[in-house]
């Protein structure tokens, strides 16, 4: 599915703004501070239903004003659809297809999806652990509806449950065993559960990302993925096994008010020539692994709907070599959708390749 047109009216420093994109590879043109990295949040809003940035709600709305509303018509080559994300202070936030209501703002997953790229990335994601299952939970959300519900029942159990902690530590006694255990009991199954599709995605991911790192980086550079928490294989086991850790934390965890175990504590560990990249990559090497993530992510929800996603690239071309700079070319050409923005002209062989749009300066 594809964008033809998108109105913010308003978002963020957007009054309201129009932009027709009859072409397949769009250029966003215009100084640092207009707006461009605002256009491609909005576009992935209608995607996932909230801000790709992490960023609440209520910090998409303008000043002055008391709500967003970001519009889209799309197109799958059959038929048309306007989606619509819109948010108020006072009715909370809405998703629309069609005009029709949706019953969850999370129902739009699936209808629309697209990758994301910013510069913020590669410092946020691959230095942060909870950014990095943040990546992994937003990827397999777009291509299962049901591991999005299980992730959400989860985290409603782990809020539950850390509860039940906290409250026990602030009032200097051991919490209720029967409660514990039954918590205990709805943590392991939905954990298991949210593991198992962490674990078979990645495993999906892989080959996808290796493919797409040897095409970007000097030859002899090598990059790979662990994922770091469960030892178990199968869901039965990792429910087992996710059981036995809770056990055996009990004591550290009436001491410290909260869960010490679970998929809130795992890690998607990206590894730079067998280290750690969190710690041992150069900046070059870092914004090469998060290109080579988002662009094997396009393949993996392709792979897994048919159609392909829409990607957004922020400021991608900032610090990339020339060498670098022409591999992306090459992979932009093999997309079917493609916004990218620039704070500045950019080459003719760069800009031969897309429909340009600038923003106003004032």
């Not at 027709?20 to 043109?29: H, K």
């Not at 939970?137 to 782990?158: G, N, P």
């Not at 090598?222 to 809770?246: C, F, M, W």
């Not at 809130?264 to 990249?277: E, M, P």
Request: contains cysteine.
């Amino acid at each position: 599915m594809r964008i033809c047109e998108i109105t913010l009216q308003p978002f963020r420093n957007f009054a309201e703004i129009r932009l027709a994109c009859e072409g397949n590879r769009v250029l966003i043109v215009g100084r640092n501070g207009r707006g461009k990295s605002n256009i491609l949040e909005a576009i992935s809003y209608l995607s996932i239903g909230k801000s790709v940035r992490g960023s609440k709600d209520t910090e998409a709305v303008p000043y002055g004003e008391q709500y967003f509303d970001i519009r889209a018509l799309c197109h799958d080559g059959q038929r048309s659809c306007q989606l619509r994300i819109f948010y108020s202070h006072q009715d909370g936030k809405k998703a629309f297809c069609d005009e029709t209501p949706l019953p969850r703002v999370s129902d739009v997953l699936g209808t629309f999806k697209t990758v994301h790229f910013s510069p913020e990335d590669v410092s946020l994601v691959l230095r942060f652990p909870a950014q990095r299952r943040r990546l992994l939970d937003i990827l397999i959300s777009q291509s299962s509806t049901a591991y999005l519900r299980e992730l959400q029942q989860y985290q409603r159990v782990l809020t539950q449950r850390n509860h039940l902690l906290r409250s026990s530590k602030r009032e200097a006694k051991r919490p209720d065993e029967n409660a514990l255990k039954a918590w205990d009991a709805q943590l392991a199954q939905l954990g298991a559960k949210v593991r198992v599709q962490r674990l078979n995605t990645l495993a999906e991911m892989q080959p996808l990302f290796f493919t797409h790192y040897e095409r970007f980086s000097p030859q002899g550079e090598e990059a790979s993925i662990t994922y770091k928490g469960p030892q178990a294989v199968g869901e039965e086991a990792l429910k087992t096994e996710l059981l036995e850790d809770l056990g055996e934390k009990r004591e550290r965890e009436y001491k410290q008010g909260f869960t010490l175990s679970g998929p809130q504590r795992d890690d998607l560990v990206f590894l730079s020539n067998g280290k750690s990249a969190e710690t041992y990559a150069s900046g070059g090497q870092l914004k090469t692994i998060m290109i080579a993530w988002k662009m094997a992510e396009v393949r993996f929800l392709e792979l897994q709907s048919g159609q392909q996603p829409v990607l957004l690239l922020d400021d991608v071309f900032s610090e990339l070599d020339d060498v670098r700079a022409r591999e992306l070319l090459g992979l932009v050409d093999e997309f079917e959708q493609v916004f990218v923005t620039t704070p500045q002209e950019l080459g003719d062989n760069v800009r031969q390749r897309f429909d340009e749009i600038h923003l106003p300066e004032g």
